[in-house]
Each structure stands twice: as C-alpha cells, then as structure tokens.
C-alpha cells in the first residue's frame, strides 16, 4: 500500500496529457563498467566489488548481439499507428584511455570515443553498425548521458595520490569500485557532475561542451535531452546545459543536488512536465529493472506503475539500465530479461491497445 501510495504521489501533479505515451529510457550506452568476469571476481576478492551487486558482477559493454537481441524483441511489437517500441538510449560518449594516462604518469587525463573502445573489443567490433541499423529502423534512439559515466576530477585525484584500490583496478582497466571515503558524497566515482571546488566544475564543463560536440558529430544531431549520472546535477550544471542548447532533463523523481564544503546532497523532488524559468524535467514514473532484483516480478510492478501513470493522464516513462540487456559476462542475463521485456510489452498493448510509443525527445513536445 506505501508503494502504491507513493506512485500516485509523483503521478497527480503536472500536466495532463490525454494520449497514453509509453517511453522507455535506458542510460549507460557505451560506458565500461567491469571488462570481464576474472576481473569482477578479482576485484570482489579484493574487497573492491559487492559480490551481491549486479552491477559489480554482469555490467559490461554492450556488443553487437546485445543490439540484435534486443531489437528482435522491440521489433515484435507494434503499437495503433504501425510504431515499435523505441529505446532512448542514453549514451556515454568515451571512456579513459588508460593506456594513454599511464604513458603521461598519470598527470593528465585521457579519453577515448565510445567507438573506439567498441573497435578495440572483439565482441563489440560490430556494434555501432548494428546501433546505426537500430536507429534507421526507429527501435532505439540516443539521447546524451555524459562524455564519461565518472568524476574525472576524484578519480585523477585518487590517481595521483597512489591510491592502492584505484591503482589496483586500473591495471585491470577498471574504475567503478567501491570508495568508502569520508569526503566522498558517494560510495563510489560513478557521479559524473558531483564537484568539490571551482576547478572540479571546470572540467565538468569541459566535458559537457566536448561530450555534446562528440554526440553530434557520431550521430549527425543534437541531442535533445539529458540524463545526469547517478541523479546528480545542480543550478551551475543546468546553466552550462542551457548555454549549449538542452533545456529538458531526464531524471527520477529525485534530484541529489551537492552540498558544498559538505559529504551529503539536498533531496529536490521532480514531477513529469515540471518547469522553471529555463528547464522542463521529466521523471521516470515506472522502473523496469530485473537484472537488479530477481525476486521481484518487474512484469506485475511496472504494468502497476503503467496503470497509476494513465490513470493520472501521465505518460508511463519506464527507466531501464543498460546492464538488463548486454550478456558479454554472463548471455543468461541477457536471455531472461529480454523474456521478461517481450512479456512487459505484450501485456501493455493486450491492456492498452491504444498506448503510443515514443521516445523521450518525442514526449517533450507535449510539455513544451
């Protein structure tokens, strides 16, 4: 009853929209998290990964028969008006090049473009010309999440220092590992626009301004929306999103907005269709997340959460992680959450024949 409670709490306010709209958002694209599974198991030895963690034992990067299972799935579906589900893949555009950063001592970061880091990995060498496919076929659209799912600025930081852990992992061409420290707002570096000083927010800015430029270059358009990493992002990240061009947000119904010159963020709760002076946000009001939780059925929950967001006449935003889709560490992921995904689509249109799907770029229209 809390659970229900709480969906229609972050359901009720904000524009009404007569259409029943389904977007799917899905963040991480592109990004490394854990190479391989001897590198996940050694990292768990060492205390660095949560062995009960999916994200620290099956999330990898995407490869190209993730992209054709997937899409076998959204192309089985189609919707009133001839329309597939459509992925709002939010998309990471490089990763560190640590080659590169260990050649320079570590005294200077370097990136390398999603698609070379899909070149340099034999299962993935294919995959942006199955991504590319995917898009002209209107079963998946990206959308920008970041230049890096990381804080630069921490992880430099820990680098020089010599810290032991992050050295640890990055001889496995790894950074997302557990860090406990106090001055850290997180267990973790995963935050990309978190920031403790002018300088960090610097290079934020640097990244988001290169990061926008790599995204129209590869994929020949301006994004239209993002997607801060980890729910973080505050008034001075807006601002620099709002000087190149992005003025619609993606989020949860929860902003975490740091605190300066402290270890905590601030809570802004967020509602679909919100707007100030120069942003529209959007929320995710139905999760679809099986990889995380197996004793869940996220079939019956989200079709919940579906059934709460028209009854406000609110378009059902799913969020779903890149990391319920890819199978490159363990297919079995991959294989039951796509049985789960055909059967969460299959019940959407068998309940609601006249359901719409569109992409996230697409919903802004109807709140702009």
Same mark, same amino acid.
């Given at each position: 009853m809390?659970?229900?409670?709480k969906?229609?709490?972050?359901?009720f306010k904000g524009?009404?929209i007569?259409?029943?709209?389904?977007?799917?958002?899905s963040?991480d694209?592109?990004s490394?998290?854990? /190479?391989?599974?001897?590198?996940?198991?050694?990292?768990?030895?060492?205390?660095?990964l949560?062995?009960?963690?999916?994200?620290?034992?099956?999330?990898?990067?995407?490869?190209?028969?993730?992209?054709?299972a997937?899409?076998?799935?959204?192309?089985?579906?189609?919707d009133?008006?001839?329309?597939?589900?459509?992925?709002t893949?939010n998309m990471?555009?490089?990763?560190?090049?640590?080659?590169?950063?260990?050649?320079?001592?570590?005294?200077?970061?370097?990136?390398?473009?999603?698609?070379?880091t899909?070149n340099?990995?034999?299962?993935?060498?294919?995959a942006?010309?199955?991504?590319q496919?995917?898009i002209?076929?209107r079963?998946?659209?990206p959308?920008?999440?970041?230049?890096?799912?990381?804080?630069v600025?921490?992880?430099?930081?820990?680098?020089?220092?010599?810290?032991?852990?992050?050295?640890?992992?990055?001889?496995r061409?790894?950074?997302?590992?557990?860090?406990?420290?106090?001055?850290?707002?997180?267990?973790?570096i995963?935050a990309? +626009?978190?920031y +403790?000083?002018?300088?960090?927010?610097?290079?934020?800015?640097?990244?988001?301004?290169?990061?926008?430029?790599?995204?129209?270059?590869i994929?020949?358009?301006k994004?239209?929306?993002?997607?801060?990493?980890c +729910?973080?992002?505050?008034?001075?990240?807006?601002?620099?999103?709002?000087?190149?061009?992005i003025?619609n947000f993606q989020?949860?119904? +929860?902003?975490?907005?740091?605190?300066?010159h402290?270890?905590?963020?601030?809570?802004?709760?967020r509602?679909?269709?919100?707007?100030?002076?120069?942003?529209?946000?959007?929320?995710?009001?139905?999760l679809?997340e099986?990889?995380?939780?197996?004793?869940?059925?996220?079939?019956?929950?989200?079709?919940?959460?579906?059934?709460?967001?028209?009854?406000?006449?609110?378009?059902?935003?799913i969020?779903t992680?890149?990391?319920?889709?890819?199978g490159?560490?363990? /297919?079995?992921n991959?294989?039951n959450?796509?049985?789960q995904l055909?059967?969460?689509?299959s019940?959407?249109?068998k309940?609601?024949?006249?359901?719409?799907?569109?992409?996230s770029?697409?919903?802004?229209?109807y709140?702009?």
């Open positions: 809390k659970e229900f409670l969906k229609n709490i972050i359901n524009k009404s007569s259409k029943k709209l389904i977007v799917i958002e963040d694209w592109g490394i998290r854990i /190479p391989n599974r001897e590198v996940s198991e050694a990292l768990i030895e060492k205390g660095l949560n062995k009960n963690d999916p994200f620290d034992t099956v999330d990898c990067l995407e490869n190209a028969e993730d992209f054709r997937l899409f076998e799935v959204l192309g089985n579906f189609k009133h008006l001839g329309h597939s589900p459509i992925l893949a990471v555009m490089a990763n560190p090049d640590f080659d590169a950063i260990k050649e320079n001592n570590f005294k200077e970061y370097k990136y390398e473009l999603f698609t070379d899909y340099k990995t034999p299962k993935s060498s294919e942006f010309e199955i991504l496919h995917g002209q076929e079963l998946i659209t959308q920008f999440h970041a230049r890096e799912h990381l804080n600025s921490l992880w430099m930081r820990y680098l020089q220092e010599q810290d032991r852990d992050f050295h640890y992992a990055f001889e061409d790894c950074f997302s590992i557990k860090d406990a420290s106090p001055s850290n707002r997180r267990n973790n995963m990309t +626009y978190d +403790y000083s002018q300088e960090d927010l610097k290079v934020i800015e640097q990244s988001i301004r290169e990061g926008l430029e790599l995204f129209e270059t994929f020949n358009k994004s239209e929306t993002t997607i801060c990493p +729910y973080v992002w505050d008034d001075p990240i807006e601002t620099i999103f709002n000087e190149v061009g003025n989020g949860s119904k +929860y902003q975490n907005i740091p605190v300066a402290t270890n905590h963020f601030n809570r802004q709760l509602y679909m269709g919100q707007k100030d002076d120069a942003n529209t946000y959007f929320i995710r009001n139905c679809f099986p990889a995380l939780n197996q004793k869940i059925d996220w079939v019956d929950k989200c079709l919940e959460s579906v059934k709460v967001a028209f009854f406000w006449n609110k378009p059902a935003v969020g992680h890149r990391i319920n889709f890819v490159g560490i363990d /297919p079995s991959r294989a959450n796509l049985e055909h059967l969460l689509l019940r959407i249109l309940k609601w024949p006249e359901a719409e799907f569109i992409a770029n697409e919903l802004t229209t709140y702009n």
